[in-house]
């Protein structure tokens, strides 16, 4: 897991993050990056792991299930009950997520597989969940394989794969548990205009979602984020640029000379540098959380910044490139491991997408997980908003509580309600 491209930049040109904790996840295909929600779980396809090499195939969902129908029954909530979300996983579908989740940790890849039945067909329609039972009766989908229902029921599914050079009639699909939204972000104003003014953060750079995003709500907030964004420039931002543009543009064209003169080198190093830095979020700062590992990890990030230009180095100009692509991501990591440090040490607990561990006040739902998986839900959803910014050098976060949503001022819409309430129109 990298981290949101350019919001260290933002950050560090004095923007403010908020609620950068929070994110959605859900399992996705690898290649190419989509989730594989909706029918593409309820028709049951074969979920299986393999080795690296291809080798030693295992449906190893039923190494946790005692039965093949309570196991298909939770794929099949999977489908509508995506993203990975913590509330779900002792009594919904959230338990498949954390399965593949641990079958990648193991090195293994898991697939799903749309040629052959799960359970080698041994299954009833009959015996699963009313829900899935009845959902896959009304759609007339009780018989094939799991590509035949799936035609059945949604051929663009199939379709947008074979555009992407998939063809699911022949081939498994590689899945894991993937980023899809920070719901949190750059913090904006009606305008959609950050902390800095004339810098604007639009859609899922801005933080105008929720812990639980409801479904299209990227695409609604780029849509009018832009257009307001839009309008506002046109409406204040005319003229020239202040006196002192100049001055500071080539200042900062300067320093970025300067790092890319000292991080020059005969042999790079920052591809192997990058990988380490998105390994080692995805271990401790993705879906699943541990606070102790989140905070070393922000350690040694604070260390590879404070040594950037002596480390890493560029051998070609490919790599140069990439040697500012990972400072903003050592950036943004640092603010995000800050963000969910500093809301562990308010008493946060774990909500939407990302399971804390919690050994001291958290329950483990299922004896055979690890002990990583003892957590503890947020049941009050404090309706507070972390901010954080940066400032001499350092993450600084601070907590307030969210801005009122504005009265409803418009005349027609008061005589409507009023007219409702009373039944009278004066």
């Known amino acids: 897991m990298a981290v949101r491209p350019a919001t260290g930049l933002a950050l560090e040109a004095g923007a403010k993050g908020k609620n950068l904790t929070e994110w959605q996840y859900g399992l996705a295909s690898v290649t190419p990056r989509w989730n594989v929600s909706g029918t593409y779980m309820q028709v049951l396809p074969r979920v299986y792991s393999a080795a690296a090499d291809g080798s030693d195939e295992r449906e190893f969902l039923m190494d946790f299930f005692t039965d093949a129908h309570d196991m298909l029954s939770k794929l099949f909530l999977k489908g509508y009950q995506w993203p990975f979300d913590v509330r779900k996983v002792a009594d919904g579908s959230s338990i498949i997520d954390i399965l593949v989740y641990l079958e990648t940790c193991k090195g293994r890849k898991v697939y799903l597989d749309y040629r052959t039945n799960p359970a080698g067909g041994e299954f009833s329609y009959d015996a699963l969940l009313p829900e899935a039972r009845e959902y896959l009766t009304r759609a007339g989908a009780c018989f094939g394989t799991p590509i ?77 984020g832009s257009t307001r964004a839009a309008q506002y420039i046109a409406a204040r931002c005319q003229g020239d640029a202040p006196a002192c543009f100049d ?42 959380r541990d606070p102790a590992q989140i905070r070393a990890y922000g350690k040694q990030v604070e260390v590879q910044l404070a040594g950037f230009a002596q480390t890493v180095k560029a051998g070609s100009r490919t790599e140069l490139a990439m040697v500012y692509r990972l400072r903003d991501m050592l950036l943004s990591q640092r603010a995000y491991l800050t963000a969910m440090a500093d809301y562990t040490a308010h008493g946060g607990k774990s909500r939407g997408s990302a399971l804390y561990t919690d050994l001291t006040g958290g329950v483990k739902p299922f004896a055979q997980l690890p002990d990583t998986f003892t957590f503890a839900l947020d049941e009050t959803e404090a309706p507070l908003i972390q901010e954080l910014w940066f400032e001499d050098g350092t993450c600084r976060t ?16 008061n005589v409507w309600r009023s007219y409702r309430e009373t039944g009278n129109i004066d």
């Open 148 to 224: 035949e229902r799936l035609a059945h029921m949604n051929q663009p599914a199939i379709d947008f794969y074979r555009d992407k050079g998939v063809d699911l009639y022949t081939q498994p699909l590689e899945i894991a548990l993937c980023a899809q939204h920070n719901n949190g972000g750059i913090g904006i104003d009606c305008w959609w205009q950050t902390d800095v003014k004339g810098l604007f953060a639009v859609g899922e750079a801005a933080a105008s979602h929720g812990v639980y995003r409801p479904g299209g709500t990227a695409l609604n907030a780029g849509q009018v």
């Open 247 to 288: 001055t500071e543009a080539a200042a900062a064209l300067a320093e970025m000379a300067a790092l890319a003169n000292a991080c020059r080198a005969d042999t790079g190093n920052v591809r192997a540098l990058w990988q380490h830095a998105a390994e080692e979020m995805s271990r401790c700062g993705a879906a699943i």
């Open 398 to 413: 601070a907590w307030r509580a969210p801005r009122p949503i504005p009265e409803d001022d418009d005349f027609f819409e």
